[in-house]
């Protein structure tokens, strides 16, 4: 038996409408197996159109959850209708890394998930993605570093930088990998856990990134990078 066929139970004798739907919806979707293998759901999603209806027979699937922990999905599209998933997954529900898999307009895969290497130290989260509209791609993912002492008073800081990657509309990467975050003191990261689009692929080609941390002297800023396509070199 799972969480959520107990909760089920429960809430049948209690009566529907309490706190117990939510907690049935959380522990069967965000929770792991109670051996610890993997997510029952996995991920995985559907197509809608522009009225919010799901369109029949376009529904797909990222990840099953029987082999890894996989978790926070990030998608877009390019013109044509295809579109890229990102996700960070875990053989260990411990080291992280992220993964992205591209699909065709009508939901079908056009190859397996691969792993995202775009350097940096120490554990990663928080993968996004953005395609431009002929479908070029780009991922970033929050690298993040050992915490390092601060002075006395005030939380230890943990370095962490954004790094990116841009691939060719097949998955083939494009130059080297490279920072996206502006400033470089204390910690600069795509917030995870917010469900907010971080990266955009304008129409002029042009990367913008929103992201938050140390700016100066604030420490909770929201910083905006501008990459013009020769900036990425």
């Avoid at 999603?45 to 209806?53: A, D, H, K, P």
Wanted: charged share 20%.
């Amino acid at each position: 038996i799972i969480g959520r066929d107990a909760l089920n139970i429960t809430e049948k004798i209690l009566g529907e409408g309490s706190f117990l739907s939510l907690a049935q919806s959380i522990a069967y979707t965000h929770h792991e197996k109670w051996d610890g293998n993997g997510y029952p759901e996995g991920l995985g999603g559907c197509l809608i159109n522009t009225r919010g209806e799901q369109l029949q027979r376009q529904s797909f699937t990222v990840s099953t959850g029987q082999d890894a922990f996989d978790v926070e999905p990030s998608i877009d599209s390019s013109a044509d209708g295809s579109f890229v998933v990102t996700w960070m997954s875990s053989q260990d529900g411990e080291g992280y890394s992220a993964k992205a898999q591209r699909f065709s307009a009508d939901a079908k895969a056009l190859a397996a998930p691969f792993l995202i290497e775009a350097g940096g130290l120490g554990s990663r989260n928080g993968a996004q993605v953005a395609v431009a509209a002929d479908g070029r791609f780009i991922v970033a993912y929050n690298s993040i570093d050992i915490k390092q002492p601060a002075a006395p008073g005030h939380r230890p800081i943990l370095p962490t930088e954004i790094r990116a990657q841009r691939f060719a509309a097949d998955g083939t990467p494009m130059g080297e990998a490279f920072r996206l975050n502006r400033f470089d003191e204390g910690e600069q990261t795509l917030q995870v856990g917010v469900n907010a689009k971080h990266l955009l692929w304008g129409a002029q080609d042009q990367l913008v990134a929103a992201w938050h941390g140390n700016v100066g002297s604030d420490k909770r800023a929201i910083g905006l990078s501008l990459f013009v396509p020769e900036g990425f070199q």
